[in-house]
């Protein structure tokens, strides 16, 4: 029954887009990117999008869910304004190559419950701005704020005339067998969340575009500026609860500020609690993460620890050395727990970090506090990763910042290191295709010598 329901959904999204399509225009497509954009962004919605996932998901804070919901899409709107999707997108003489803009048609968006409200917006966003249709699958937890959100969605689109069968969702009750039929009919997949459903996205047999885990290490060296990476690691640890798989996880100082940098975080109300075995017990009691402590406020997380700690604390910092499965606090914690690491100079720094992503969050991103430019490309060449970030707060920084050049998104592809295709973060291009017109040009054929010459000298004929 919940298999020819979903398909009753994917057709009509089909003969939406088909004719989303047909009729489609840069100002249409563009018209119907901004609405739903709206749908999100208008303050009222915004805050009751950020109270419905909170409440419903148990997961993150209002206060930063709202600041998520209103930049992320803003920035989003940016990046994609004035991005030709429609019709010529290149014509070059020199290639006599044109490029013709071209929509990939059901879009089936897997989305998780720490981000139930701007995960969704994002992708229903790039998915009209490029002639698509899109069917949402969210979480069980954030079926409710899906269903708000398509319902304002909806609303904006009733006010400009739009088809609403363009944007839809998997009705409740959520199950695997419904996301696997839409994974399965739809004509292109984006997966974010767990590492389970990337696997269901990326064996469904639909071309898949998903994400890898997060697991941030980042590495604070002699030259850093003790004061602001102290601040930023805390911004950036603390926002939404540590909902983001952008959230800090581990942090390696060296030898050289490893007191002062203590006592730096100390201010910045990150407190440290020498007691790996005791919160260990704590946190993943049975095995798996306590869900009293997953994505909780401060408070809430002091108190499902048992700790006693001073008045102002944010997070907690707990030392350790170890690294691997039987180190449970080396991998992500989806919690306000920074795992602390000592490293005697910036070179085993380096391997230490190599060592946490090799184990957990390879593809993904690591960071850098310094003053020495030089050092990210060291870590950029011997790390894993898709992406060094150079004293920012990670969380604003890896998915698109204002002050930085990287695309607005929620999903960070992580390249074959975390078994994607993509290690870009996902945007509006990964909903995009097109059709090449080919014409013929004057012939450029090389000879045999200006391509071998360098080499017959080098090697001989």
């Known amino acids: 029954m919940s298999e020819s329901l979903v398909e009753t959904i994917v057709k009509r999204s089909r003969n939406a887009q088909a004719r989303y399509e047909a009729n489609g225009s840069q100002e249409r497509y563009d018209r119907a990117a901004q609405a739903a954009a709206w749908a999100i962004m208008e303050p009222t919605r915004n805050r009751e999008l950020a109270e419905l996932a909170v409440k419903t998901t148990g997961l993150g804070n209002v206060p930063d869910k709202i600041t998520k919901n209103h930049r992320k899409t803003l920035g989003l709107m940016r990046d994609i304004q004035g991005a030709v999707t429609y019709g010529v997108m290149s014509d070059d003489p020199s290639t006599g190559i044109t490029k013709i803009a071209r929509a990939k048609g059901v879009v089936g968006a897997i989305v998780p ?15 009209l701005k490029c002639g698509n249709s899109i069917v949402v699958a969210p979480s069980p937890k954030g079926v409710a704020c899906a269903e708000r959100l398509i319902q304002y969605v909806h609303a904006e689109f009733n006010k400009i005339g739009e088809d609403p069968d363009l944007v839809q969702m998997i009705p409740a009750p959520g199950s695997k067998e419904k996301t696997q039929t839409l994974m399965e009919l739809c004509d292109m997949i984006v997966a974010t ?18 994400v890898g885990a997060g697991n941030v290490t980042v590495i604070v060296d002699e030259t850093a500026d003790l004061a602001d990476a102290a601040e930023k690691i805390r911004a950036s640890k603390c926002f939404d609860n540590a909902t983001s798989c952008s959230s800090e996880n581990a942090v390696v100082v060296v030898d050289a500020v490893y007191d002062e940098f203590i006592s730096a975080m100390a201010r910045a109300g990150g407190t440290l609690v020498d007691d790996e075995k005791g919160i260990v017990e704590k946190l993943w009691p049975g095995g798996h993460l306590n869900r009293s402590v997953i994505a909780q406020d401060a408070d809430k997380m002091i108190a499902a620890l048992n700790l006693d700690v001073p008045e102002g604390t944010e997070y907690i910092v707990v030392p350790t050395s170890g690294i691997g499965p039987d180190h449970p606090l080396s991998g992500e914690k989806l919690s306000r727990v920074l795992a602390l690491y000592r490293a005697p100079d910036f070179e085993t720094a380096v391997e230490v970090t190599r060592t946490i992503q090799m184990y957990q969050g390879a593809g993904h991103s690591v960071g850098l506090h310094s003053a020495e430019d030089s050092r990210a490309a060291i870590l950029a060449n011997a790390i894993p990763t898709s992406r060094v970030i150079v004293n920012q ?11 930085n050049g990287m695309p607005f998104s929620l999903s960070m592809g992580c390249g074959t290191w975390g078994g994607n295709s993509v290690n870009e973060n996902v945007n509006y291009r990964h909903f995009l295709q097109s059709t090449k017109i080919i014409r013929e040009i004057p012939a450029h054929e090389p000879s045999l010598e200006e391509i071998f010459e360098e080499y017959w000298n080098a090697a001989g004929q």
């Open 193 to 210: 969340g767990s590492q389970n459903n990337v696997h269901r996205a990326q064996t469904a047999g639909t071309p898949a575009v998903a």
């Open 393 to 403: 707060a990670h969380t604003f920084a890896t998915g698109g910042s204002f002050t």
């Open 113 to 127: 419950s720490t981000n139930p409200a701007a995960t969704p917006a994002n992708n229903i966003i790039n998915a």
